[in-house]
């Protein structure tokens, strides 16, 4: 740690480097301390199981409570959100066609927002001269809770919908935080009354009063309480998170989307303030919404990875993307895509063929088991044998 790094940073040499920050592309910046917050409440949500299996929660779950932890001498976080919120452009799926989480019709933010958080980095290393080992930054995949830690400077508030909400940009701000030595005075949160506050959770909806449309629009019924999500019944989770095989139970809700869920999000009224985002950090690939989906039924490997080299769909792999496209087409009730459905029922992988099985079935009626016949015959896994023999709902 330099010698430097304990300078605190305040009055207008903070908002000098907020102005810098922003000039970089970040649409908000605000400042907090590194101080433990959240764990008990990330504590009390894994013990509930709902985390599905995403173990690496479990693994950092004392680092995630506690800056300090992840960066030793951690004293302050600067919390960065990027707006992309397209305004009115067509960044939505066309009228009957798969859907897409509105994050994911850019190439991969993860890549995207990097270079900004390395010149955040130099900027804060010539404002208050600390070094490259002072500070360590992180999108969303690192062992540290950005919602929490952005509700804390202010950024905005936890809705009910567990999602950080911004009073001037809505639902649709990225975060990125840097943890940082540097000592910065920090922003005040948000002031208002969460009905929600009790002692094993944050406090959640604190500018919601009675609204409940987020909780009564989800199509899985994923909220277990206001501000708890049950991973294990959102459709972000089973489309992008899930490697394996989709609950039969939740595939009907799933609907038209294709690679995560917006519902939650679209239909808070605090998004009515959001305005079109600059989007400097980030890259657009809104020709994914234009996709067919008998085009993504036929996606070969080398053209899956043409289309989807650089955005997040990408680490969900051929074999996932094929998975949802499956459930999707046999949600959208359209006929012509049983062909295809028969072709992938035969497909190398069996996450696939399990997954197509059950489109078919949907699809076709009683000419289904004649249709999959010659897959059956050759078929060996047991939970794609599952698929055929499963009661139809
Ligand atoms: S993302 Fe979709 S499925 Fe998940 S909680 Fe929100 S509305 Fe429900
Ligand atoms: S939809 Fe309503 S309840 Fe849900 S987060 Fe937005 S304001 Fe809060």
């Known amino acids: 740690m330099s010698g430097a790094a304990g300078t605190g940073l305040a009055g207008g040499r903070r908002e000098e480097l907020r102005r810098g920050?922003?000039?970089?592309?970040?649409?908000?910046?605000?400042?907090?301390?590194?101080?433990?917050?959240?764990?008990?409440?990330?504590?009390?949500?894994?013990?509930?199981?709902?985390?599905?299996?995403m173990a690496w929660m479990e693994r950092t779950v004392e680092k995630r409570g506690a800056p300090g932890l992840v960066l030793a001498g951690a004293r302050s976080v600067i919390v960065l959100g990027v707006n992309y919120w397209p305004g009115k452009l067509a960044a939505d799926s066309r009228n009957g066609g798969p859907r897409w989480?509105?994050?994911?019709?850019?190439?991969?933010?993860?890549?995207?927002?990097?270079?900004?958080?390395?010149?955040?980095?130099?900027?804060?290393?010539?404002?208050?001269?600390?070094?490259?080992?002072?500070?360590?930054?992180?999108?969303?995949t690192g062992p540290v809770m950005e919602r929490g830690l952005a509700a804390r400077a202010g950024l905005g508030f936890r809705g009910k919908n567990a999602m950080l909400i911004s009073r001037e940009h809505g639902n649709w701000l990225l975060l990125s935080v840097i943890l940082t030595r540097c000592e910065i005075e920090p922003d005040a949160p948000l002031r208002g009354d969460s009905p929600l506050r009790h002692a094993s959770h944050e406090p959640a909806g604190l500018l919601?009063?009675?609204?409940?449309?987020?909780?009564?629009?989800?199509?899985?019924?994923?909220?277990?309480?206001?501000?708890?999500?049950?991973?294990?019944?959102?459709?972000?989770?089973?489309?992008?998170?899930?490697?394996?095989?989709?609950?039969?139970?939740?595939?009907?809700?799933?609907?038209?989307?294709?690679?995560?869920?917006?519902?939650?999000?679209?239909?808070?009224?605090?998004?009515?303030?959001?305005?079109?985002?600059?989007?400097?950090?980030?890259?657009?690939?809104?020709?994914?919404?234009?996709?067919?989906?008998?085009?993504?039924?036929?996606?070969?490997?080398?053209?899956?990875?043409?289309?989807?080299?650089?955005?997040?769909v990408k680490r969900l792999k051929l074999a996932g993307l094929l998975r949802n496209a499956c459930v999707v087409a046999a949600n959208l009730g359209d006929a012509a895509h049983v062909p295809a459905l028969v072709r992938l029922a035969g497909?190398?992988?069996?996450?696939?063929?399990?997954?197509?099985?059950?489109?078919?079935?949907?699809?076709?009626?009683?000419?289904?088991?004649?249709?999959?016949?010659?897959a059956r015959a050759a078929e060996t896994d047991p939970q794609v044998l599952a698929e055929y023999d499963a009661a139809q709902a």
Do not use: M
């Open 21 to 53: 920050l922003e000039a970089l592309g970040f649409d908000v910046v605000r400042f907090t301390s590194a101080a433990p917050g959240g764990g008990d409440s990330l504590r009390a949500w894994l013990d509930a199981g709902r985390h599905a299996d």
């Open 347 to 374: 497909h190398a992988s069996p996450l696939v063929r399990a997954h197509a099985v059950w489109a078919v079935r949907r699809l076709a009626g009683v000419q289904a088991a004649a249709l999959l016949e010659p």
């Open 101 to 140: 989480a509105r994050y994911a019709l850019h190439e991969d933010y993860h890549d995207t927002l990097k270079p900004g958080l390395v010149a955040a980095g130099k900027l804060l290393e010539r404002t208050v001269a600390c070094t490259s080992d002072d500070y360590r930054y992180y999108t969303d």
């Open 208 to 312: 919601c009063g009675k609204c409940t449309r987020c909780l009564t629009a989800c199509p899985t019924a994923a909220f277990p309480e206001p501000g708890i999500v049950d991973a294990r019944r959102c459709i972000s989770y089973q489309t992008i998170e899930n490697k394996g095989v989709i609950p039969r139970e939740l595939r009907a809700g799933i609907g038209a989307r294709l690679f995560g869920c917006d519902v939650c999000l679209e239909v808070c009224p605090w998004n009515r303030f959001a305005q079109e985002g600059r989007r400097l950090l980030l890259a657009t690939r809104h020709d994914l919404a234009d996709l067919e989906l008998a085009e993504i039924l036929a996606l070969t490997p080398e053209r899956f990875a043409e289309v989807f080299r650089r955005t997040p």
